[in-house]
């Protein structure tokens, strides 16, 4: 078995693979201050709701935009399951050619999403990934990487309008019945999610523009499905993308071994 770990800015994405199938996932709070010890514990305790034990994974990969966590990454890797990590990084076949200036500017997260929508949906595809930040990435018909476009999360967005907008309370979002707000909840919601789907629909046009072939839009992360509903232009939902894109990584890295 794999055990596929994405570190982003908000969240630990954990996720047990067993050949091609996902086993189970988990979403742990980031924390940079954690140590090796700390997620060590947490990621045991979760294999062990599962029915799980470390000695059954056979392999660790990794990606994380949070560089304070890459050493503990591995640390945690060799002491708790006793496995060198494959993290994903400069050096790391990924099977893509990545056309950015500065390769090594691309999150590891964003490598990771585009890998597994070309192999799963073929190209031209975008990829929408809803995190701390909202992240377009473009991939060829050839299956190059091409760049994208990086936007404030919805999040983070939102948490910028509570904090600097002393009336406006903190709301849950679910999406209002109507764009006409009778209310400062309704009205934030239908200007937070309505939104938010407009700017989807309008970067993933331009982007569409761009590139030849007939495009899929896949969109990922934890807000996925709610911004999915209101767009025009996001074709499907796939939440577990990056650690898909991992598993595929870990084998191309076995195989060039």
């Known amino acids: 078995m794999i055990l596929a770990l994405d570190v982003g800015n908000t969240h630990l994405v954990a996720g047990i693979f067993r050949g091609e199938e996902l086993l189970v996932s988990w979403r742990i709070a980031t924390d940079p201050r954690k140590t090796e010890d700390e997620y060590g514990i947490i990621l045991l305790q979760l294999l062990a709701t599962a029915n799980l034990r470390a000695k059954q994974v056979e ?23 006793r496995r060198e990590p494959l993290i994903l ?16 500017e691309v999150g590891a997260d964003r490598i990771a999403n585009a890998v597994a929508a070309y192999s799963r949906y ?25 760049g994208g476009a990086i936007a404030p999360g919805i999040g983070s967005a939102t948490e910028a309008l509570f904090r600097y907008a002393a009336k406006l309370p903190r709301i849950e979002l679910v999406t209002p019945s109507q764009v006409i707000g009778r209310n ?7 200007g937070i999610i309505f939104g938010f789907a407009g700017q989807v629909d309008a970067i993933v046009g331009r982007m569409k523009d761009e590139l ?30 990056v650690l898909e894109g991992l598993r595929l990584i870990y084998h191309r890295n076995q195989d060039k071994e």
């Not at 990084?89 to 090594?104: H, I, L, Q, S």
């Not at 839009?217 to 996001?234: H, M, R």
């Open 184 to 190: 400062t909840v309704t009205s934030m919601q239908a």
């Open 212 to 241: 030849a072939g007939t495009k899929k839009v896949v969109a990922t992360g934890g807000l996925a499905d709610l911004i999915a509903a209101e767009s025009k232009t996001i074709d499907i939902v796939d939440n577990m993308l």
């Open 59 to 81: 392999a660790v990969v990794a990606a994380s935009v949070v560089p304070p966590l890459l050493p503990v990454l591995e640390k945690l890797s060799q002491k708790y399951f």
């Open 89 to 104: 990084g400069p050096g790391v076949r990924t099977g893509m050619d990545v056309k950015y200036e500065n390769p090594r």
């Open 122 to 146: 073929g190209g031209p595809v975008i990829v929408v990934d809803f995190g701390t930040a909202t992240t377009f990435c473009a991939v060829s018909a050839a299956g190059e990487y091409l």
